[in-house]
């Protein structure tokens, strides 16, 4: 079965620092999608940054990069220049391709950041 | 503006009760589903359907029913026989493919009364 495990309940960040969220991640599946996003105190969840199982190079999105080290099954959130409205829940998921066809979404229980001034 | 709308955003429960959360989408998703997150936990799938007519179960299906008659609507009932419904549930849709995330909806936060 997938899993993905974040093991960072908190972080804490100083404003225009950079900070790095852990995710790792456990699939048999040949071809998978590995996301991030982020869920503030209102609750909605906005999408950051996506990484597939087959792209050679690490994902980046403006302040957002992905450290995707394939072998070590990790897939680690860098927020370069740290602001205050990145203070949230990050959540790091993966979807992967069932038996039959269905794509699947699978969530860890996240990582509070909180981004100091 | 293209998205996904949740309703009501606050809800309560009776005992004995069923309720039912509505989700619409106007983004042309072929695929929508519903998340449960409790307190400082993840999200845990319930339902999902890739297309009209059809949906799987999916972690924590038990005690709630589903029905996708129009590409656009996804509503989820939360019936009696779910013990213990009181949490955030989040709807999300998204186009099908590895690389297409899914948008969300604002949530629905359930609570018995």
């Known amino acids: 079965a997938q899993k993905i495990t974040q093991t960072q309940p908190g972080m804490f960040v100083q404003e225009k620092e950079a900070v790095t969220l852990d995710c790792t991640y456990d699939?048999?599946?040949?071809?998978?999608?590995l996301f991030w996003y982020k869920q503030p105190s209102s609750g909605e969840m906005i999408f950051l940054i996506y990484?597939?199982?087959?792209?050679?190079q690490n994902a980046t999105e403006g302040r957002y990069s992905l450290n995707f080290q394939k072998a070590r099954k990790s897939a680690n959130l860098v927020i370069s220049a740290s602001q205050l409205g990145d203070s949230a829940m990050y959540f790091c998921?993966?979807?992967?391709?069932?038996?039959?066809?269905?794509?699947?979404?699978?969530f860890g229980k996240g990582t509070k950041l909180t981004v100091n001034p | 503006d293209g998205g996904i709308t949740q309703s009501p955003k606050y809800l309560f429960r009776k005992e004995g009760q069923n309720v039912t959360l509505s989700c619409e989408q106007n983004?042309?998703?072929?695929?929508m589903y519903w998340y449960r997150q409790d307190p400082g936990q993840g999200l845990r799938l319930i339902y999902y359907?890739?297309?009209?007519?059809?949906?799987q179960k999916g972690d924590i299906a038990e005690g709630y029913s589903v029905s996708r008659e129009k590409k656009e609507s996804f509503p989820l009932t939360v019936t009696s026989a779910q013990k213990n419904p009181t949490a955030f549930y989040l709807c999300?849709?998204?186009?099908?493919?590895?690389?297409?995330?899914?948008?969300f909806g604002d949530g629905t936060r359930l609570s018995i009364l």
């Open positions: 983004l042309n998703h072929d695929a």
């Open positions: 699939t048999s599946d040949p071809s998978y999608g």
């Open positions: 998921a993966m979807r992967s391709l069932t038996q039959g066809g269905s794509e699947k979404l699978v």
């Open positions: 990484q597939g199982s087959y792209d050679q």
């Open positions: 359907s890739q297309i009209v007519n059809d949906f």
């Open positions: 999300a849709s998204s186009m099908t493919g590895l690389a297409q995330p899914q948008h």
